[in-house]
Nanobody
């Protein structure tokens, strides 16, 4: 599976962006898809994940209620809609594919495939 993330950019605080991650390769619909981010000078952190069926979304506390995640298995794309962006959301965002258990869904070591990252910058 190859992943290509896009949609990052510069936005003012309070604005919105939608990230997309297009997947190529077999069995996309069987993978849990996730977004991670790496703020400047910090470790990579979990942002959100969606299981293969799209029925369950998971979010880190700081983005709950502002971000939504969705997927289109027919098009092999996963989206991260980011609203009410804050300066602390600025980071390089990565999409990832794996098959984690629910309790491990936020652990980056559970994901096999990674996209190249897309930069999100939020000005205050």
């Amino acid at each position: 599976v190859q992943l290509q993330a896009c949609g990052g950019g510069l936005v003012q605080a309070g604005g919105s962006l939608r990230l997309s991650c297009a997947a190529s390769g077999p069995s996309f619909s069987t993978y849990t898809m996730a977004w991670f981010r790496q703020p400047p000078g910090k470790e990579r952190e979990f942002v959100s994940a969606i299981r293969w069926s799209g029925s369950s979304g998971y979010f880190r506390d700081s983005v709950e209620g502002r971000f939504t995640i969705s997927r289109d298995n027919a098009k092999n794309i996963v989206y991260l809609q980011m609203n009410s962006l804050k300066p602390e959301d600025a980071a390089v965002y990565y999409c990832a594919a794996g098959r984690p258990t629910p309790s491990a869904i936020s652990l980056d070591q559970m994901y096999y495939y990674w996209g190249q990252g897309t930069q999100v910058t939020v000005s205050s």
